[in-house]
Structures are given as C-alpha cells and as structure tokens.
C-alpha cells in the first residue's frame, strides 16, 4: 500500500484510516517467516505543520527454536508510529521507506517494524534445554544424562568399595 505523505500535507484537513491486508510471506525475518497474510491498519493525522502515522498490525511468526529446532509459531503485534515534518520529505535521509514517488511505502514500512520486532533467536519454550550432543535428540527427552549420571555414581561407588577393602 502506498499513501502519498506530500499530498495529505497540502489537503489531508481529516484523518484518513486505511486497513489492508499485506502479504508478506516471501520475504525473510532473520529466518523467520510470516506465511499467511497480515491484518494491518495505518492511520495519518495532521497536526499543525505535522502528519502523525501510526501502523498497527498481528502476524503469526514461522521460525524455528534456535536450540532444539523445533518449530516456533508466535504472535509478533506491530505498534509504530512517527511523526513527519513537511522539511523532512525534502530529506534523503528520511528513514521511512518511499517509492521513488516519494510515496510512502507502507508495507515496507510494515516488513521493517516486524523485521525489528521479532527476536532474532526464537525459542520454543524459555527453558528449552536443546538437543543432546550425544544422541541428538532433544536433552528432555534422551536418557544420556542419566546414564552419565549413574556411571559416575557407580564410579564414585568403587571407590568406596575400594576403601572398604
Ligand atoms: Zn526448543
Ligand atoms: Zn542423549
């Protein structure tokens, strides 16, 4: 979606709400992905010599759990918003994303919140303990450790065998 920002400063006297549904599910979030498409709304007000915009939007987030691998689907809210100054469309450093209309780019606007928002690392749960070096599978679910454990009570055993002889 774009919104023309120069326009609405010469004539947008009203608020303007737009809702739109942006299909973001070939682009990549750190490789993370949003597969289904995002309800999103975005909101341009002019105050005085100001536009204020605000864009909210919930995406389900597809990633996998850093540590264990296992799938990972969060909900990722969007709540941003900015407020332009008219001098800042004449500025090459603008920081939000526009055609080369100079027409504000609202999904990209949308792809870089998001892009921002989601954890670089997703974990399945906070306490997930990985997979296990030994049997790879996941260290809840393997017997590895009690294994290890137990040869080295049985060690520690020994030795007190040893003593007692
Ligand atoms: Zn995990
Ligand atoms: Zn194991």
Same mark, same amino acid.
């Given at each position: 979606?774009?919104?023309?920002?120069?326009?609405?400063?010469?004539?947008?006297?009203?608020?303007?709400?737009?809702?739109?549904?942006?299909?973001?599910?070939?682009?990549?979030?750190?490789?993370?992905?949003?597969?289904?498409?995002?309800?999103?709304?975005?909101?341009?007000?002019?105050?005085?010599?100001?536009?204020?915009?605000?864009?909210?939007?919930?995406?389900?987030?597809?990633?996998?759990?850093?540590?264990?691998?296992?799938?990972?689907?969060?909900?990722?809210?969007?709540?941003?918003?900015?407020?332009?100054?008219?001098?800042?469309?004449?500025?090459?450093?603008?920081?939000?994303?526009? @055609?080369?209309? /100079?027409?504000?780019? =609202?999904?990209?606007?949308?792809? $870089? &919140?998001?892009?921002? !928002?989601?954890?670089?690392?997703?974990?399945?749960?906070? @306490?997930?303990? /990985?997979?296990?070096? =030994?049997?790879?599978?996941?260290? $809840? &679910?393997?017997?590895? !450790?009690?294994?290890?454990?137990?040869?080295?009570?049985?060690?520690?055993?020994?030795?007190?065998?040893?003593?007692?002889?």
């Amino acid at each position: 979606m774009l919104f023309d920002l120069q326009r609405f400063f010469s004539m947008g006297a009203s608020p303007t709400e737009k809702r739109f549904t942006a299909d973001l599910s070939a682009r990549d979030f750190c490789g993370a992905h949003v597969p289904a498409p995002i309800e999103a709304v975005f909101t341009a007000e002019r105050q005085e010599d100001e536009v204020w915009l605000h864009l909210t939007a919930n995406a389900e987030v597809c990633g996998v759990c850093a540590r264990c691998l296992d799938p990972v689907v969060r909900q990722q809210a969007v709540d941003a918003e900015w407020t332009v100054k008219k001098k800042d469309l004449e500025d090459p450093d603008f920081e939000l994303p526009r @055609d080369e209309k /100079g027409q504000l780019d =609202v999904e990209e606007w949308l792809y $870089q &919140e998001l892009l921002f !928002q989601i954890p670089t690392v997703l974990l399945c749960s906070t @306490d997930c303990q /990985g997979l296990c070096p =030994v049997c790879g599978k996941k260290r $809840q &679910e393997c017997s590895c !450790q009690k294994a290890a454990t137990s040869t080295s009570a049985d060690a520690r055993l020994s030795i007190l065998k040893t003593l007692l002889n």
